[in-house]
Structure formats: structure tokens, C-alpha cells
């Protein structure tokens, strides 16, 4: 049976799922703050839709004009300027206090600075006294809600769970009752759909203990109070606007919709850190690694900006991906002595690994190999893959590895030549066997060569059996999507329903979530 631990970080750093990255993934759906943007969304609500919640506008619904102004540092990850701006905001106001809340949370979850965590609970608790006090309005409700999720977030990245469900909880059932009370006030609606969505699309291994804390969840409705959010102005639209965005580009395949709003929004706004980030992380998503590169290195930098040394670790991929070893090394060298958190440490050590392993440097890889089992947790999926590197003690295949990493840096074509190169024999590992055509599926999948994907798909499903490899599940996923997209449904049904069925493997939870959305499409 699952441990709960690692459900809560799944729905609660909700971008880790997004982007598989625990830190920018919560900064990416609580932090995402700002006015609406002129960026067109390309799915609009019917008239009877936008009727429905048409928005209201009172004192105790909208920010000022200087909380907004706050609201749009934060956003920048300008915590001095945000500051600046809330000595002139009155203090106990609704709107101040949820800014600071969203300053205070951003300052934790950056810095991942452990001694800073009592200090943001404190203070968070202190806010919630005061806007129990609050005149009713949507607004101060909103807040309360809102802020309860921020603490959720915090006591599950420290290591709190318990405390982390029981905030998550009542955070959810606040949110609901603000939607009840004020039906029309839209950024209820962002938090709470997003918190439905996450909820409803778990697999159904978690059902007992989100039912055990009261937390009904909904594919359907999370995205429809989503699309109200985000397609009708509102303080926290943009917020909507990009979870939306982001939810369909990672479950729904729709990668152009979202790297076209990032990138209109990077041109509107090029001194903003958080956006710079979405960019460099959607081209490294979508294997655009010359773009997420050129985006990294003119990301706005300085000593106005918050530290943040995750996109080190990002630099550090991308370099790895055109197989520049020495620089790699340096960029997660970088990062580890920058980043105070415990995430991404195994992931960072692994890559370190590589590096010096594919550059030849076998003491420098054996001294990183070991490191990858003395730091770290293993709450995420990447830190967990390192683990299992580790233990395991099966050594990697360099050509194969070389290939994964030009598939991942999306040199498509060089990747397939790599592979041309690759000789199994008897005493060949039976994973390095189910990863080679698995390798030439991805390749030719990228390419647009959905026939030639699906002749090597299918071959890696047959070797595998049940392998506790990841090969074959994720074969079976990308199988039902090519038939999905040519409209054979019932068999894309049969692929995903497979994909579901492999009992264990790396990257189980993220497969069976895609999974499990991807049937709801297709019956």
C-alpha cells in the first residue's frame, strides 16, 4: 500500500507533478500572482459559462492597487521591492496579509532554509488569527483558505505530514465554503479546482486515505472551476491562466498552447524570475535544449531577485544533454552548494555521475556514485531513480545513456545514431535489451514517425513481461496516445489500461496519473 508521505507531496507541490520539480512546481501554483495579461487563451467559456460567475466587485473582493502592486514583485521574485510596497498597504488588511503570506512562503520554499520554517508557521498562524477577526467578504475568506494551503505546503516539505493533512484539509473545506458563499468570486474557484483535479486524478491506491481526510476530488469539475478562473478577469487570472495551461500540457499533450502563453508572457514581462523560469523549463520539456539555454542565460539576475538555485540544477541537464560534461559538473557543483533543501540532491548526484563517468573520469564517478546514497530523501521520482541507480549496483550502458541523454536534449537523429552502434550479446542485461528499442521508439516518436515509434513500442512490451523497469509502462502510455490521436479509442483504452497494470517501476505514479486521465478521454 502506498505511503501517505509521498501521496502528500504528490498533490500538494502540485508543479512537481507538473514539471517534475518540487521547488519551481510550488512556486508555479502558489505563488503564480498578477493582474490578467493581454496573452489570448485559446479556450473561451459560453455565454451561460461566464453568466454564471459573472464577477463582482466590492472592497472585500479586490486588491488595491498597491497589494496588487506588491502581489506583481512577489511574481517577479523581488522581495525587496515587494516589501517597499506593503509598508504602504494597511497591515491587517485581507490583501496584506495574504501577500505577505505568499512573500513569506516563496522566501521558505526558495531558500529551503530549514531554520526559517517555524518563524513562516508562526507568522502564518498569526495572519489566520487576524482574518478570523475580518469583516465577512470573499476576499478575507479567500485568504484564510489560501493561506492554510501555503502552510499545508510548508509542513510537507519540512518533513511535518500529519500537521500537513490536517492543514490541507481544512484548507479544502474553507475553499469550498467560499465557492458556496460567494459563488461569482473567481479566484476561489482557481484554488479549489486545482486542489479537485489533483484529488480526483490520484490513482485509485490512494482513495482510502484521501476519503479517510474528507477530500472529495473531481477531474471535471477541477478543470471547469479552473477555465472559469481563467478565462474571465480577475486579481489572480494569470495564476489560473498558467495552472490551466500547465495541467493541459502535461496530461492533455497540448505543449504549443503552453509554451505560447509562457513566451508571450516573457515578452511582456522579460524582467520577471518566475516567468524566465516557466520558459526555460517549458523548453526543456518540450527538448528544445538550445532555447531553455538561451532562456537560462538571459534570465533577469542581480541582487534585487531572490536566490534561486534550482535552475543551476536545470543548466546542469541541459549541458549534460549536448554533452558538455566539464560545464554540467560545475552547474550542479553549483547548485548543491548553493540549495539548502533535501530534494533533488540524489537527482544532482546522479547527474554529477555522468558527467564524469561519460568524460572518462572513473575516480571522480565512483566518488559521486556514493554520494548519491549518503544525502538526499527520496520523496520525488528523480531522487528515487538515483536510489535505485545506487543499490542496484548494475552498471549503466554508455551508449545507451548517450542516447537517452540526446533523445532528452531532443538531438533526435545523432540519438539514432548512437544506437546504430549498440551490439547486444548474451551476457547483455535484460534492461539495457527492453531500453534500446525503447530509446528508438522515443526517437522516432519525436520525429514525427509515428509508424516506426509503434514497431519499436511494441517490441520493448513484448521482451519486458513484468520488469520492474520503466520501459514497458511507459511504451504501453505512449502507445495509447498515437492511438488516440488517430482516433482508434478502444485500442489507445486497451494501452492505457496496460499501462496501469505493471506493478511497480520507477516512475509508477506519474504513469498511472497520465494513465488514468488519458482513459477518462478515450471511454
Not at 59 to 65: D, E, G, I, N, V
Not at 101 to 115: F, P, R, Y
Not at 278 to 297: C, G, M, P, V
Request: charged fraction near 20%; glycine fraction near 4%.
Amino acid at each position: 500500500m502506498p505511503h501517505p508521505n509521498a501521496d502528500f507531496h504528490r498533490l500538494l507541490l502540485v508543479c512537481s507533478v507538473i514539471f517534475r520539480q518540487l521547488l519551481p512546481g510550488l512556486l508555479a501554483v502558489l505563488l503564480l500572482v498578477g493582474r490578467a495579461s493581454s496573452t489570448s487563451w485559446p479556450r473561451q467559456l459560453t455565454a451561460a459559462q461566464q453568466t454564471e460567475v459573472a464577477p463582482e466587485a466590492t472592497s472585500q473582493t479586490s486588491l488595491t492597487a498597491v497589494q496588487a502592486r506588491a502581489y506583481v514583485e512577489v511574481l517577479k521574485m523581488r522581495p525587496t521591492a515587494a516589501q517597499q510596497l506593503l509598508r504602504a498597504a494597511a497591515p491587517t488588511a485581507a490583501g496584506t496579509l495574504l501577500v505577505q503570506d505568499c512573500l513569506s512562503i516563496m522566501e521558505l520554499l526558495v531558500s529551503q532554509d530549514a531554520s526559517r520554517y517555524q518563524v513562516t508557521i508562526e507568522a502564518q498562524s498569526q495572519r489566520l488569527k487576524v482574518l478570523e477577526k475580518a469583516a465577512p467578504g470573499a476576499l478575507p475568506a479567500y485568504a484564510r483558505a489560501e493561506i492554510r494551503l501555503h502552510q499545508a505546503a510548508a509542513q510537507v516539505v519540512f518533513g511535518h505530514e500529519v500537521q500537513g493533512a490536517w492543514s490541507l484539509r481544512q484548507s479544502y473545506q474553507q475553499m469550498q465554503q467560499v465557492v458556496r458563499q460567494y459563488p461569482r468570486y473567481l479566484p476561489a474557484r482557481k484554488t479549489l479546482g486545482m486542489m479537485q483535479f489533483f484529488i480526483g486524478s490520484l490513482p485509485e491506491s490512494y482513495r482510502w486515505f484521501l476519503k479517510l481526510l474528507g477530500l472529495p476530488g473531481s477531474v471535471e469539475a477541477g478543470l471547469h472551476n479552473l477555465r472559469l478562473a481563467a478565462t474571465q478577469p480577475n486579481d489572480f487570472q494569470l495564476e489560473a491562466r498558467l495552472i490551466l495551461g500547465l495541467l493541459e500540457e502535461t496530461y492533455y499533450k497540448k505543449p504549443d498552447a503552453a509554451l505560447e502563453l509562457v513566451e508571450g508572457l516573457h515578452r511582456q514581462q522579460p524582467d520577471n524570475l518566475l516567468i524566465s523560469y516557466l520558459l526555460i523549463s517549458q523548453h526543456k520539456k518540450q527538448h528544445h535544449t538550445d532555447a531553455a539555454l538561451a532562456a537560462y542565460r538571459t534570465r533577469p539576475t542581480g541582487p534585487d531577485y531572490l536566490a534561486l538555485p534550482y535552475l543551476q540544477h536545470m543548466a546542469a541537464d541541459l549541458l549534460l544533454y549536448q554533452g558538455q560534461y566539464a560545464a554540467s559538473l560545475r552547474a550542479n557543483q553549483q547548485f548543491l552548494q548553493q540549495y539548502r533543501g533535501q530534494h533533488y540532491r540524489k537527482d544532482a548526484a546522479f547527474k554529477l555521475y555522468l558527467a564524469a563517468w561519460l568524460s572518462g573520469d572513473a575516480a571522480a564517478a565512483e566518488q559521486y556514485r556514493q554520494q548519491i546514497g549518503r544525502s538526499g530523501r527520496t520523496v520525488l521520482e528523480e531522487d528515487n531513480y538515483a536510489q535505485r541507480f545506487f543499490e542496484d549496483q548494475l552498471p549503466l550502458n554508455k551508449l545507451l545513456t548517450r542516447a537517452r541523454l540526446q533523445i532528452d536534449g531532443g538531438y533526435y537523429r545523432p540519438a539514432l545514431l548512437t544506437l546504430n552502434n549498440f551490439r547486444p550479446g548474451a551476457a547483455t542485461p535484460l534492461r539495457d535489451r527492453l531500453e534500446e528499442p525503447y530509446r528508438r521508439a522515443r526517437a522516432w516518436h519525436l520525429l514525427g514517425r509515428p509508424d516506426s515509434a509503434r514497431l519499436f513500442y511494441a517490441r520493448t512490451i513484448a521482451l519486458a513481461g513484468n520488469a520492474p523497469y520503466y520501459f514497458a509502462p511507459q511504451s504501453a502510455l505512449q502507445l495509447g496516445y498515437l492511438y488516440q490521436v488517430e482516433g482508434q479509442r478502444n485500442t489507445a483504452k486497451v494501452y492505457f489500461q496496460k499501462a496501469l497494470a505493471y506493478p511497480r517501476h520507477e516512475y509508477k505514479n506519474s504513469t498511472d496519473t497520465k494513465a488514468k486521465l488519458a482513459l477518462r478521454e478515450v471511454e
